[in-house]
């Protein structure tokens, strides 16, 4: 994975995978998915988790699991977490996380203009200070069921949100085969 990946976070599930973070925190079926992750894992990957964190900062970009305020557990979803979000922040690329949602916010005349971003949607980066969710590769929750992702181009000031189809049954049909709980490969059909 590392030659394929410069800038990698920990999130909430790892942290929980490498005990830094309780199973309590967790919903019932994250945590015996986190259980069994455990199990599972063996000692390559495991070291390579263990040396991310869950937030990286940049002069050009800063990058949170969650966001500025909790960079491992909040969900931005809300004017106000975004506004907030960006006042902690100096960069003029904030990119979060946690909450499976691809979102692009900026602040216009000190209100926060943007939302919910589809497939397709791009972003002049020169036009002021941004936060930007790219969505989640995996269990997205924005009632598309393709992995989400951003592709940012610094050169030519612009992110893009992506969307790329995955065969949604045979991971389906994977999770259940390893015992793990039926909702986590019921909710991939429909993106939530």
Not at 14 to 25: C, F, I, N, S, T
Request: charged fraction near 20%; hydrophobic fraction near 45%; charge should be negative.
């Amino acid at each position: 994975m590392a030659a394929r990946v410069s800038l990698c976070l920990a999130g909430n599930h790892d942290l929980g995978v490498l005990g830094a973070e309780p199973l309590e925190l967790f919903s019932p079926d994250a945590a015996t998915a986190a259980t069994w992750s455990r199990r599972v894992l063996e000692p390559d990957p495991k070291h390579y988790l263990e040396d991310l964190k869950p937030l990286l900062r940049r002069d050009d970009v800063e990058l949170y699991h969650a966001s500025p305020r909790d960079p491992v557990w909040d969900y931005v979803l809300t004017e106000e977490g975004a506004a907030e979000s960006l006042a902690l922040t100096r960069a003029p690329l904030v990119l979060i996380g946690h909450s499976h949602v691809p979102l692009a916010l900026t602040l216009v005349d000190g209100s926060v203009a943007g939302g919910v971003a589809p497939a397709g949607a791009d972003v002049d980066l020169a036009g002021g200070r941004w936060l930007i969710n790219p969505g989640s590769v995996g269990q997205p929750r924005d009632g598309d069921p393709r992995a989400a992702w951003l592709l940012v181009d610094f050169g030519a000031g612009r992110a893009t949100f992506q969307r790329v189809a995955y065969p949604i049954e045979a991971t389906q049909r994977e999770i259940v085969e390893r015992g793990l709980p039926p909702l986590l490969a019921a909710r991939l059909a429909d993106g939530q």
